[in-house]
């Protein structure tokens, strides 16, 4: 159970932002005893590794807060998200300190496919909001609701290895919110549609 959240926590990071969680693991897993990655992972905890996931990051980071541009951000990262969420719900069902499950050991794939999903809807909510975020704020919110996402990535990121329980309760208010940011989307391309469909050419009833 506890790796499940563990898994899931980090996947949903994935889905707010790749690269994040797996800074997190790699860092903590270098440069601490908290969670121990198996021989076949350790290259997460490489110095390239790192290297090249915080180059990554701070393109993500700068990319996500430019209106519009993080639309077509969202659409690349539509593979990279879902698969990183795949890569850390595995490192965690596999690292030493962290799975309790011999089922789960036996069975990697599974966790693999549960952060290929977990990501993916949360990726999925997230690109779908963005562009009313965009329209409705005339571009102005983009930059919050982006620091918003990175910031929650990090602490989920964070619950997920140190207090798992937490990352649970993280999950549910991330699911409230991402459900009524797409609720919100829909609204608002409602309205738009109806706006655009109620037009009358001036001169005629």
Known sequence: MIEAL??????AAAGLNAYIPFLVVALIARFTDVITLPTSLTWIESGWAIGIGSVLLL?????????????????????????????MFAASSAAEEVDQSSWMAENPWVGVVLGVVVSGLV??????????????????????VSTAEDTASVGLSLAALLAPILAL????????????????????RRRRQGGSSTGRVPGYP
């Open 169 to 188: 309760v993280g999950l549910v208010i991330l699911a409230f919110v991402l459900v009524r940011l797409v609720l919100m989307m829909r609204r608002w």
């Open 123 to 144: 990726h999925a909510g997230k690109s779908t909001a963005r562009p009313a975020i965009d329209a409705g704020t005339l571009g102005m919110g983009t930059p919050v």
């Open 59 to 87: 393109t993500e980071v700068v990319l996500d807060k430019i209106p519009a541009v993080d639309t077509v951000n969202d659409a690349v990262q539509t593979f990279i998200r879902p698969s990183m969420g795949g890569l």
């Open 6 to 11: 563990t898994g899931m926590g980090l996947s």
